[in-house]
């Protein structure tokens, strides 16, 4: 049995076994670690090992202890989630600025149906869209990430500029004209036809969300009319299990146009004028 080597060749190992086991995304032993990371991480390791009875363990058999590579590894994949580059309060003054100077739609555009969001990186962004669009088969460009975890802070009124968590929601918007009217015809047949669920709290769900400009597929009735719907669920639950994002709850809306995406989204950014010029006051 040849014990573990240096702390790097230990975590390289460590990443190899656990992309392999569905812990985390394949391409993560390739990022280096910090020396604290790095330090985390021995620690952990040895921590285990001194427990076993040699003091040590290679990679295979720390990993066939599955609930404790479940319960140590977590923060190892908190270490991947991309620091912000910029301060926080950097980015809500710039935020702020922008409020000052920009229209509405610009400053929907600039800080959030475009560019990079703060708490994924490149990759993970690409994969995040690829795979949304590839199952709902749509192009990748229909798919953004909204929220906190975008701009790194929220705007909504109880929680405006409070920093985003590692383990904010990541808030999903998709823009299908075609799948959000197959989704309303769909509704609109069955309540013709259905007077208990259009007296129902879903119902009334539903009509509210439709008038703020999206659906949530999650939210209707498990019924073979509803099967996409179904299946909507059923891939959204997959990909949060599938921690690939971190262990972040994932939603998803779906909205008819951009317009209608950026009209929910003006209702913030107006409040949030609002807000600054109270704060001026």
């Known amino acids: 049995m040849r014990p573990w080597g240096s702390v790097e060749s230990q975590i390289s190992q460590l990443y190899r076994i656990l992309s392999a086991k569905g812990f985390l995304t394949a391409n993560l032993h390739e990022v280096p670690l910090t020396a604290c990371q790095m330090a985390v991480a021995h620690r952990e390791v040895r921590a285990f090992g001194s427990r076993s009875e040699r003091g040590s363990c290679t990679a295979r058999q720390l990993l066939a202890e599955s609930s404790f590579a479940e319960t140590h590894f977590k923060t190892l ?5 991309p620091a912000p580059t910029e301060k926080h309060e950097d ?10 100077l920009l229209k509405p739609n610009d400053v929907i555009r600039k800080h ?18 690829s795979r949304i ?21 929220s705007i909504a009124p109880k929680k405006r500029y409070r920093e985003a968590r590692r383990n904010s929601d990541l808030d999903v918007a998709i823009v299908s004209l075609d799948r959000f009217d197959n989704y309303w015809d769909g509704v609109f047949a069955y309540a013709a036809n259905d007077a208990a669920w259009k007296r ?5 769900h539903f009509v509210r969300t439709l008038f703020n400009g999206w659906i ?4 209707l009735p498990n019924v073979p009319r ?28 779906l909205y008819r146009t951009w317009m209608r995406l950026e009209a929910y989204q003006e209702k ?9 010029g109270d704060h001026h006051a």
């Open 133 to 153: 669009a590839d199952e709902f088969k749509l192009y990748p460009s229909e798919v953004v990430l909204v929220g906190s975890c975008r701009m790194g802070f």
């Open 112 to 129: 959030i149906t475009t560019g990079m969001p703060v708490y994924l990186d490149e990759e993970q962004y690409f994969d995040l869209r």
């Open 200 to 204: 129902s709290k879903e119902y009334r």
């Open 226 to 253: 509803f099967e996409q719907a179904v299946r909507w669920t059923s891939f959204f639950d997959t990909l949060m299990q599938s921690r690939q994002f971190g262990s972040r709850r994932i939603t998803a809306r």
């Open 216 to 219: 949530d597929p999650r939210g």
């Open 91 to 100: 980015r809500v003054k710039r935020f702020c600025a922008d409020l000052e």
């Open 268 to 276: 913030s950014i107006r409040q949030c004028r609002v807000h600054l």
């Open 77 to 81: 994949r908190e270490f991947h989630m």
